[in-house]
């Protein structure tokens, strides 16, 4: 079938296309031009390391979620993680720990790591002859089957006299003794903060 000479060929109007192409060239001479007019940032100038400077070290252990947020990185949802996990805890006895809060990773960890200061004389130690067995399963590092363990022990024996008399239980090695030793003591006096 042949198309007749007569039909016309269908005109397309592409002037408000190239309209619409001369705009986004424009735009794009704008921002080239806002690209070359904005000096990049000299890293190792003295006004960067000024600025880096400025940032102010954070003790751990006494730090609200406003302190927290002035380090590089730390926003209201990390602020917030890492003082609940504290108070968990009963403080930090070393800024390591940090990396122990949910979602932290070693490269946000290590942004911060050389803002951070901790005060060991601000965690609370639990006494372990009077402490129940479902507040001992709130510390993060006491599983369940410890805390009934330790609690079976102490009905057994009688009070602990020393904290090293945890390690006569068979669900604590030398690594777990050592992350727990800092949180609990033997003293009803010393119960609150300092040393066992």
């Known amino acids: ?14 002037s408000r296309f190239q309209q619409e192409i001369k705009e986004f060239k424009i735009d794009q001479q704008i921002e080239k031009q806002k690209k070359v007019d904005t000096p ?10 000024a600025e880096k400077k400025k940032i102010k070290k954070v003790d751990i ?4 979620t406003i302190a927290f947020k002035s380090l590089p990185g730390i926003g209201t949802y990390f602020a917030k993680r890492i003082c609940k996990y ?18 932290m990773d070693s490269l946000r960890y290590a942004k ?3 803002y951070l200061l901790v005060s060991e004389q601000d965690i609370v130690k639990r006494n372990i002859n009077v402490i129940n067995e479902a507040d001992l399963r709130k510390h993060p590092y006491i599983s369940y089957n410890l805390a009934r363990s330790i609690v079976n022990y102490r009905q057994e024996h009688g009070d602990f006299e020393s904290i090293d008399e945890l390690n006569n239980l068979h669900l604590i090695d030398s690594l777990k003794f050592r992350k727990i030793a800092f949180y609990f003591t033997v003293d009803e006096h010393n119960q609150i903060k300092g040393k066992n």
């Open 1 to 14: 079938m042949k198309m007749s000479a007569d039909k016309s060929i269908k005109q397309y109007d592409f």
């Open 40 to 49: 990049k940032p000299n890293y190792s100038s003295k006004e960067f390391k």
């Open 61 to 64: 252990n006494l730090a609200d």
């Open 86 to 103: 504290r108070n968990l805890l009963g403080g930090f006895h070393s800024k390591h720990q940090i990396l122990e809060v949910y979602q």
């Open 112 to 114: 911060i790591h050389d």
